[in-house]
C-alpha cells in the first residue's frame, strides 16, 4: 500500500468530488441510490477491466458492487485521503531520517579528510568508516521498513473498521497489492462526479 501515489489534479472531466443530491438537506430518493450505485459500479468495472488478467480473478464484481455501496457514503473517501495524507507525511518523514544517516557519514569524512594527511592511514580510517557507515544504514533502512509495514497494518485496520470491503489485516504481499488497488479505486471515484441528470 506504500507507493499507491495521490494526484491533486483535477479529474479529466473538471468535476468535484462524487456528488450526492441537488439539495444537501434533504435525504436522497432510492432512485437517486440506486442509479448512483449503478455509475459507481459501472465505473469500478472500467477500471477492474484495466488490471491484469491475473488480478481481475481476485476482484470480484460482488466486491466492486460492495466497494459501490460502501463509497455511497462519502465519509470513506475522507478517510482514505487522510490515511494517504498521513502516509505521504510518514514518508517524508523517513526520508529525512535516511538522508541524515547520509549526511553524517559525508560530514565525518570530511573531517577524518581534513585532520589525517598520511594517504595510507586516511584510506585505512575511510574503509572503517564506510563499514561503519553500511552497518548503520542497514539498520535505518530496517527501522524505516517497520515503520511502513506498521503503517500499512495501521491503514488496513482502518479501512476495516469503517467497513471497506476488501479489507484487513494482512502481512501476505499478493492481498496488500489487492488492497492498494482497491485503494487506487476508491480514490478514483473520489475525483469523480456524478451527474443524475445526464
Not at 463509497?71 to 505521504?88: C, G, P, R
Not at 523517513?94 to 577524518?112: H, P
Not at 501476505?172 to 479505486?185: R, W
Request: proline share 5%; hydrophobic share 40%.
Amino acid at each position: 500500500m506504500t507507493d499507491i501515489t495521490v494526484s491533486n489534479e483535477a479529474p479529466a472531466n473538471g468535476g468535484e468530488p462524487v456528488a450526492e443530491a441537488e439539495d444537501p438537506y434533504q435525504q436522497p430518493s432510492p432512485e437517486f441510490l440506486q442509479r448512483k450505485i449503478y455509475f459507481l459500479v459501472d465505473q469500478l468495472r472500467q477500471m477492474h477491466a484495466e488490471l491484469p488478467e491475473n488480478l481481475q480473478t481476485r476482484i470480484s464484481y460482488d466486491l466492486l458492487t460492495e466497494l459501490a455501496n460502501c463509497v455511497l457514503n462519502d465519509s470513506i473517501f475522507v478517510i482514505v485521503k487522510a490515511l494517504m495524507e498521513l502516509q505521504h507525511e510518514t514518508e517524508r518523514h523517513l526520508i529525512k531520517m535516511r538522508m541524515q544517516v547520509v549526511n553524517e557519514y559525508e560530514i565525518e569524512v570530511n573531517d577524518w579528510r581534513a585532520k589525517i594527511k598520511d594517504p595510507e592511514e586516511l584510506l585505512h580510517i575511510l574503509g572503517l568508516m564506510k563499514l561503519k557507515h553500511s552497518k548503520k544504514l542497514v539498520e535505518s533502512d530496517k527501522k524505516i521498513i517497520e515503520i511502513l509495514d506498521q503503517k500499512v497494518n495501521d491503514q488496513q485496520s482502518t479501512l476495516q473498521k469503517a467497513g471497506v470491503p476488501g479489507f484487513y489485516v494482512t502481512e501476505n504481499p499478493k492481498e496488500i497489492k489487492i488492497q492498494m488497488f482497491l485503494l487506487d479505486f476508491i480514490l478514483r471515484l473520489s475525483r469523480l462526479k456524478y451527474e443524475p441528470n445526464k
